[in-house]
Every structure is written in structure tokens, then in C-alpha cells.
């Protein structure tokens, strides 16, 4: 054995130790918040047969989630198997588990997939080792002859791969002999109907997996996943100090200590999407004009507290937290006890808690609870039995049998969970309702994204986003009169605040807790954390580039040419000039031109490669011109620019962007080529695939 042999077995020594010893540097690291975040077995096994048995389950539902749709639904699912059939089920990220043994479970254990789709069609961040694992199969051999298994795919149908990571496993499984049960579902957020397309898959599937099983059915009752005790003040034997009142985890809460590097004056984290840091937003203003009736907000947080690193293009999460109206309305709507301070004790090992325990109810309601997006029609059958009285039962039990009623009663009054209970008991309180219930059935709070707008050359350690404040959307007929967008509406009260704009502030339709709990916030700081994307500028900087962003879509564009900029002004590239960048970016009018004051002096300082398109689409007597009609009045410079190898690169928010600026490239691509319009599809398609044609949209 040579030297470099020894050394790589070395190596492979050292990569074994920490393998099998990675449960005990999690206790370490994370100590028993560890519970919370998902370790899922009594010994931490990750091998997915050896806790099926250990846990004496009989069913396994598994997903892979971004931001959380995926999850809620296999949530749901695994709660109906539970209550119409008392199958012992298993409710798990894939991110938790290794899957070699995943055709020696027992024969009666089918597994259920909820998949998500991401960037270009590609598995969720926590899904990927997965889609390794199904890549690696041999075929030839049937190493999956044994598995019986469902799949639900959540995707959009406006991107060029819908719910491809569904597709995509399915494909690899059943090539790999596992048999599909029932068809593949696929949710499709683009037409807005991705609960009803569950709902419509559900119906069939779960009959078709009572055959399969030869299953009893019985009335749905609600199991819970948790027992729920409640702790009496001073008769309790819990720490004042590990009582959490909203701490975004353990590790935040006064009976603990934050991993903290004396060396590197950082905490340390490890910080990820379970486990957030506390930024100051060190500096915030309004990005649009006083006229403009709407509001957007550039806010910048600190992270030189923290060793999170960025680069430039990646997303910003931010944690939200409800504002006092909602919070207030949810606890009256179930008459419920805001101080009750509670503990939740898994059922079995297999249960993740949703949040540190034991809390406050007003607590979770505030920093735990989605309490103000749309309801599912899914919500509505399950709270069935706990309907206040027989009317509203029989009624809520209409509501949720029937999609259009359901459609034109509730989804388009835009009521949230409070409003519709309210609304269906005339105002008064259901006092029936198990908040245990609620903490299960209500979906989760869930981080926001956001693209950053600042440059890691520039900026190294404070991220800056641009968010525009949603607007009201209440329909005209609805009665309740709720106020949209739990984040943005929160960054926009933190602007004012910071910016000591109390006269502005009286008129806000909402307030917050700004201190959050036991005053962690305070000095405007939120939770956050950096999300890696692939939404980078080419390596060469003398490749072209074409940026499409409308709207906030021009957030990372911002990024970008800070960028450039820097690298522009260094002594070193004096004799590598940039090559060619056009912006294209699109508004209302000029009181909604973001960063207009900002890039003249971008210009100046590339020196002529940077030129940017502006279109108004909301000027007096003046035709709409958006971003599609900029790109096709500049079409040959476009061409051009693809002709010696430029990058596109399209952001914002979908809505049809995306697809508009598609197809407008399509067509300019087959007039400057010469090429028949299939071919330029053909060729977009490629560019999409190889990285030279990007997308960040939401
Ligand atoms: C990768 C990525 C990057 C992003 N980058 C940016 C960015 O740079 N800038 C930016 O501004 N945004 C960006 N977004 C969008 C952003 O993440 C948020 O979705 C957006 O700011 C709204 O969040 P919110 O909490 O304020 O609104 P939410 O409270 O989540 O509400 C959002 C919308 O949901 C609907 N809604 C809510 N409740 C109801 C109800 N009861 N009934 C019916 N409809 C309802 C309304 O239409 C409302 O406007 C990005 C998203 C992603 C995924
Ligand atoms: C940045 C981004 C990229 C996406 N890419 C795709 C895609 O390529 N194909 C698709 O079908 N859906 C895509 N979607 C839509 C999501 O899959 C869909 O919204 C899903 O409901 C999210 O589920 P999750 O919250 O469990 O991750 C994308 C969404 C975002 C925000
Ligand atoms: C799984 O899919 C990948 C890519 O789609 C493919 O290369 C591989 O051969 C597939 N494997 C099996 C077993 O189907
Ligand atoms: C999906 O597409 C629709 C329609 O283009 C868009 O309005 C919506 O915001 C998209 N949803 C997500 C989660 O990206
Ligand atoms: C049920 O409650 C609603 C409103 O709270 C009331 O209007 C209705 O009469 C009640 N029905 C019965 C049968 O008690
Ligand atoms: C949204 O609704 C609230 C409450 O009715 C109101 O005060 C506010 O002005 C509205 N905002 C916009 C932008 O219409
Ligand atoms: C882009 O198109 C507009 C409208 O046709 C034109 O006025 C402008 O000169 C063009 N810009 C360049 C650089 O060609």
C-alpha cells in the first residue's frame, strides 16, 4: 500500500467516524432542541426499515419541501390515514432519512410521497440525497420490487418543468420495480387549484390503499399527535426561563446559551432554516414615492454577529411574526386562554414537535401559527366535529363536501381561518375547538424569501432586499375588511418605526409586537437566514448579459451590477473590460422606479457596459410598455449580444412575466436566427438546461 493509499483510507476513516457518530455531534451542537428538529427514531437511526420497526409503524408518509406546502399536505394525509383507518403512520422528511433498506420494509408498509418541485425542475434542498439515491438504482436489478408506493407532486404549471421532482421519482421508482398505487397526483399552484387537484387525487387514492391493505373504515376522529397538558402556574415544576414565549428555537431561550466563538466574536449557529439568526435591520427607507398609493421597502440587516456567509443572487428567509389584530381575532373566534402556559409530550418517537415546548398559547398563535392565509377546503372537513352546534355543522359539513359552494362562500370572501369560523357562527366564539387541534390543522408559520439586492463584494456581511408591501385583496363583497401580507407589512412598520415616521404610522392598518419575545427583537432585529440559489452571474466577465426584471424582479439585478461595479473599479481588471450588460426593467410610472436615484452612477461607473431599458406601463394617454415590448424594440441588440454567448437572467414575480418574456425571446430568437419557431424553443430549452438562460421567479 503507497502512501496516498494510506492516506485516502485515513480520510475514509475519519468520513465513517463522523458518519455514524453524526447523531451525537447533532445532541452536541444542537443539545434537546435536537426533538424539535427532527431526528426521528428512539436510538437516531436514519435507516428507514430499522425505525419502521423499532417505532412499530405500519405506514410511512415522506416529504420533500421547500417552503413548506409539501409538508402540510403529507401532514394532512398522514392525519386522514390515521383517523378513517387507525394505520400507525409515520409523517417524515425525506431530509431525515437514508434509504438503502427501502425495499425491506414489511410487506403491508406503503409509503407516501409529497414532492415539491424547485429552480428548474430540480428536488427540494432537503429532497436532493433522495433523488441521488433513486439516480444510483440499477435498474437491471429491480432493486425496488418490493415497494408500494403513492405520489403527490406540488408544482406550478407556469414553469417550463412542472413538478418535474415528482415526475422524476416516480419514473426512477417504477423503473426500479416499486409499484405506483393510484395515479400521480399533481397539485398545480399556477392555476391556484392545488388543493382541489389534492383533494380530487386523495378521494381516489385512499380508496385504492384501503384495497390494497384490506382496510376497515371508520367515521374520522381526530387522533392527536401529542398529549397537551397544561402546566398551572406556580404548582408547575417548569423553569420560568425554558418557557419559550415565541423564541424563533430553543437556543434563543434565557435558560440556555447561544454557540458563541470567542475567537471569531460570531455566533456560531450552525445556523439553518431550523434554526434562524437574530439580524438588526440596521438600516431601512421607502423605496417608492409619497404619491404612489402603495409602498415598497429597502431594508438592510447586519450579519457580522453571525458567521452566515452570502453570495451575491442568493435568497434572504425571514421569519414573520402575526400582527396584533389577527392574533387578538384568532384567540376570540376559539375563546381561548392567551396565558395558558402548556407542554405537548409526543405520542411516539416518530412525532417532530412543531415548536419549543412547553409555551404559551398566545404564543403560538403569534409566532408559531399561519393564521391568515386562505383556509382549505381539507381544514373545513376535518373541523367538522368540532362544530359548535348541529346547524353549523350540517353546514360546515356542505361547505366542505361541495368545491363550488365552497369556492363562492369561502375562498372569494378571502376569509382566514377566524373570519370563516366567525362567519359561520354569526360572531360567536366556537368554544369546541381542542387547541391541540388547531396547532395541528392550522398550517405553520413559514419564512419568507426574498432575493437580496446588495453585492457580497461589495456588502460582505449586510444583505439588503427590496419587498414590496402587499396590497389589500379583500373582494368587494367579503365582510371581513383583513389586511394582507404578514411580512411585508411587518418590514414596512419596522421602516417606520426605525424612521421615527409616527404620523405615517397612525395611518397603518396594522400593528405588531415589534420587542417580540421577551424583547429578543428589540432594535428592529427579525430572524433570518441566507439560502444558497444558482441564480449567479456568469464566471467570465466578459460574457454579455441580459437582465429581465420588472417590478422587485430587479432585486438581485441590483446585486449584480454592484458587483460589476467592483469589480470595474479594481486596479487588477484594468485590462479586462466587462463585456456587454443590458437591464431591461419595467413599472408603473416614476413614482415606482426603484433605485432611480441609484443608476446613473452605476453607468458612469461601468463606463457604457451597462445600459438599461425602461418601460411605464401606467402613464397618462401613453400606451402600456412592458418589459416583452422592451426586449422586441431592441431586438437586435439582443441578438447580437446571443450571438456571441450571452447569459439571460429573468426575475420577479411570475404572474405571466416569465412566460411573456419566454415567448417574446422565442420570437426574437427565430427572426435574428433565422430559425423556425420550434427551433428557437428547442434552443431556449437548451439554454434553460445548460445554465445560460436563468430564472429566479415567484
Ligand atoms: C425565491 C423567492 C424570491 C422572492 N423575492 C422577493 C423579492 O425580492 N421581493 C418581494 O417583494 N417578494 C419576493 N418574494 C415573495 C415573498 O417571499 C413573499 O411571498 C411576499 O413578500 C408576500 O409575503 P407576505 O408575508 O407579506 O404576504 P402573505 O401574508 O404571505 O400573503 C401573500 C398573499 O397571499 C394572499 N392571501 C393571504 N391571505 C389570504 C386569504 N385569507 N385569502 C386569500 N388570499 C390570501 C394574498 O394575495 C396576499 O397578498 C420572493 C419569493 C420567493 C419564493
Ligand atoms: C423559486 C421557485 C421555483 C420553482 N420551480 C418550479 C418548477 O421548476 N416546476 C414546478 O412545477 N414548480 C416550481 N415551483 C412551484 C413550487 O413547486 C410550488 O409553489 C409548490 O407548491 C411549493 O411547495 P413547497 O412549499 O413544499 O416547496 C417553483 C417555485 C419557486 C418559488
Ligand atoms: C433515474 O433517472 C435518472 C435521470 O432521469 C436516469 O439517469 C437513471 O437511469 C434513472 N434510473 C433508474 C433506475 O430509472
Ligand atoms: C404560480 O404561478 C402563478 C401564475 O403565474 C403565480 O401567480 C403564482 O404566484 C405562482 N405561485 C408560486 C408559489 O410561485
Ligand atoms: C347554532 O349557532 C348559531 C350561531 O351561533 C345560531 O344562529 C343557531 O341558531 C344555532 N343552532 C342551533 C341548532 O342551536
Ligand atoms: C387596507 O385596508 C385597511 C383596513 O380597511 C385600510 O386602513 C388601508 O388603508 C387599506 N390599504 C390600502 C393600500 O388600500
Ligand atoms: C431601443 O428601442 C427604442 C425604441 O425603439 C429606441 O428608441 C432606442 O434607441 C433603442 N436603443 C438602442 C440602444 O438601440
Known amino acids: ?22 447523531a451525537t455531534i447533532k445532541d452536541i451542537l444542537y443539545g434537546d432542541t435536537d426533538k424539535s428538529i427532527g ?66 420494509l414489511p410487506a403491508n408498509v406503503i409509503v407516501s410521497f409529497f414532492i415539491s418541485t424547485y429552480g428548474e425542475g430540480d428536488f427540494p434542498d432537503g429532497a436532493v440525497p433522495f433523488e441521488e439515491f433513486l ?10 420490487n418490493k415497494l408500494r408506493f403513492t405520489m403527490f407532486g406540488l408544482g406550478n404549471s407556469t414553469y417550463e ?100 466563538s470567542k475567537q471569531l466574536n460570531v455566533q456560531t449557529g450552525p445556523f439553518n432554516n431550523a434554526f434562524p439568526y437574530l439580524a438588526p435591520m440596521v438600516r431601512s427607507k421607502e423605496l417608492f414615492a409619497p404619491e404612489s398609493n402603495r409602498n415598497c421597502i429597502h431594508a438592510e440587516f447586519d450579519l457580522s454577529g453571525s458567521n452566515i456567509k452570502y453570495s451575491t ?26 396565558d395558558e402556559v402548556f407542554d405537548l409530550t409526543p405520542a411516539d418517537p416518530t412525532v417532530v414537535l412543531p415548536f419549543p415546548c412547553p409555551t404559551t398559547i398566545g404564543s403560538v398563535v403569534r409566532y408559531y401559527l399561519e393564521i391568515t392565509g386562505p383556509i382549505s377546503r381539507q381544514f373545513f372537513s376535518a373541523l367538522v366535529q368540532f362544530a359548535p352546534n348541529n346547524s353549523i355543522r350540517t353546514r360546515l359539513s356542505e361547505l366542505s363536501k361541495d368545491k363550488d359552494l365552497f369556492a363562492t362562500e369561502i375562498h372569494s370572501k378571502c376569509f382566514n381561518v377566524a373570519d370563516a369560523v366567525l362567519y359561520l357562527s354569526n ?53 371581513v375588511k383583513s389586511t394582507f401580507g404578514v411580512t411585508t407589512n411587518l418590514l414596512r412598520n419596522m421602516e ?95 413614482n415606482d422606479f426603484l433605485y432611480q436615484d441609484e443608476w446613473p452612477s452605476y453607468a458612469t461607473a461601468l463606463d457604457g457596459a451597462l445600459e438599461m431599458f425602461v418601460g411605464f406601463s401606467r402613464l397618462p394617454d401613453t400606451p402600456k410598455r412592458y418589459v416583452q415590448d422592451l426586449l422586441k424594440e431592441n431586438e437586435s441588440q439582443v441578438v447580437t449580444l446571443l450571438k456571441q454567448g450571452a447569459f439571460i437572467y429573468v426575475c420577479g414575480e411570475a404572474k405571466g412575466m416569465a412566460q411573456g418574456v419566454h415567448a417574446a425571446l422565442v420570437d426574437i430568437i427565430s427572426r435574428g436566427m433565422f430559425i423556425s419557431t420550434e427551433d428557437a424553443t428547442e434552443m431556449v430549452k437548451m439554454m434553460k438546461t445548460s445554465g445560460k438562460y436563468q430564472e429566479d421567479v415567484w
Open 496 to 590: 417606520l418605526s426605525q424612521n421615527d415616521d409616527e404620523t405615517t404610522m397612525e395611518h397603518t392598518s396594522v400593528s405588531y409586537n415589534l420587542d417580540g419575545p421577551r424583547n429578543l427583537f428589540q432594535d428592529y432585529k427579525l430572524p433570518v437566514y441566507v439560502r444558497r440559489s444558482t441564480f449567479k452571474l456568469p464566471m467570465n466577465p466578459k460574457t454579455p448579459v441580459i437582465m429581465i426584471g420588472p417590478g422587485t424582479g430587479v432585486a438581485p439585478f441590483r446585486g449584480f451590477i454592484r458587483d460589476r461595479v467592483k469589480y470595474a473599479s479594481q486596479e487588477a481588471n484594468a485590462n479586462a473590460p466587462l463585456g456587454k450588460h443590458l437591464l431591461f426593467y419595467g413599472c408603473r410610472n416614476q
Open 39 to 104: 431526528v426521528s427514531s428512539a436510538s437516531g437511526s436514519r435507516d428507514i426499515a430499522t425505525v419502521i420497526k423499532e417505532c412499530d409503524k405500519d405506514y410511512i408518509v415522506f416529504y420533500g419541501s421547500q417552503t413548506g406546502t409539501a409538508e402540510d399536505y403529507a401532514k394532512m394525509f398522514a392525519k386522514e390515514l390515521v383517523g378513517r383507518f387507525s394505520l400507525k403512520v409515520m409523517c417524515a422528511d425525506l431530509e431525515n432519512f437514508d434509504f438503502e433498506t427501502l425495499n425491506e
Open 161 to 260: 418543468f412542472f413538478n418535474n421532482a415528482a415526475k422524476k421519482a416516480t419514473k426512477n421508482m417504477t423503473e426500479s420495480g416499486a409499484t405506483l398505487i393510484g395515479r400521480l397526483g399533481s397539485g398545480d399552484d399556477g392555476a391556484a387549484t392545488t388543493d382541489e387537484d389534492y383533494l380530487a387525487w386523495k378521494e381516489v387514492v385512499l380508496d385504492d390503499i384501503k384495497d390494497a391493505l384490506a382496510l376497515n373504515e371508520h367515521e374520522q376522529v381526530y387522533e392527536p399527535s401529542f398529549k397537551y397538558t397544561v402546566l398551572l402556574g406556580q404548582d408547575t415544576e417548569a423553569d420560568p426561563e425554558s418557557i419559550s414565549l415565541g423564541e424563533p428555537t430553543k437556543q434563543y431561550l434565557p435558560c440556555n446559551e447561544l454557540p458563541f
Open 313 to 338: 443572487g442568493d435568497h434572504l428567509a425571514v421569519w414573520p411574526s402575526n400582527t396584533n389584530e389577527a392574533v387578538q381575532l384568532f384567540i376570540a373566534a376559539f375563546d381561548l386562554n392567551e
Open 1 to 22: 500500500m503507497d502512501a496516498l493509499d494510506g492516506w485516502i483510507l485515513a480520510l475514509l476513516a475519519v468520513a465513517v467516524a463522523l458518519y455514524y457518530n453524526f
Open 135 to 144: 439516480t444510483s438504482l440499477d435498474e437491471t436489478e429491480q432493486p425496488l
Open 427 to 479: 360572531d360567536m366564539p366556537w368554544k369546541t375547538v381542542p387547541f391541540e387541534f388547531l396547532i395541528e390543522s392550522v398550517p405553520l408559520l413559514k419564512p419568507r424569501y426574498y432575493s437580496i439586492s446588495s453585492s457580497s463584494m461589495t456588502e460582505k456581511q449586510t444583505v439588503h432586499i427590496t419587498a414590496i408591501v402587499e396590497e389589500n385583496v379583500t373582494a368587494e363583497d367579503s365582510p
